[in-house]
């Protein structure tokens, strides 16, 4: 059974970084594409980060992109570095794989970056 469990989120003020993590069990995360999404209050969920198999690269959102790092280990961790944080990056992030035909999400983590 596959399961992503989120943590590292909270409150920051806007220009503040955080690093999030998601551990995974059933799974090894350098075989497969991970990603990050977000979704704020009233919102679509929305991509943000995704990490590809092996050594073939990140792809990130637009909104994002200069300011997150994706990262992995070996087996079942994946990360999210987060910096420069905007009060418009205030939303739940979840980890997410697409594993078997299912796409399977953690319980995601708050992250809320106001003065």
């Known amino acids: 059974q596959v399961q992503l469990v989120e943590s590292g989120g909270g409150s920051v003020q806007p220009g503040g970084s955080l690093r999030l993590s998601c551990a995974t069990s059933g799974i090894v995360v350098s075989s497969l594409h991970m990603s990050w999404f977000r979704q704020s209050p009233g919102k679509e969920r929305e991509f943000v980060a995704r990490?590809?198999?092996?050594?073939?690269?990140t792809d990130y959102a637009d909104s994002v992109k200069g300011r997150f790092t994706i990262s992995r280990d070996v087996t079942r961790m994946v990360y999210l570095q987060m910096n420069s944080l905007k009060p418009e990056d205030t939303a739940i992030y979840y980890c997410?794989?697409?594993?078997?035909?299912?796409?399977?999400w953690g319980q995601g983590t708050q992250v809320t970056v106001s003065s």
């Open positions: 997410s794989v697409f594993y078997r035909g299912n796409q399977i």
């Open positions: 990490i590809r198999p092996g050594g073939s690269g």
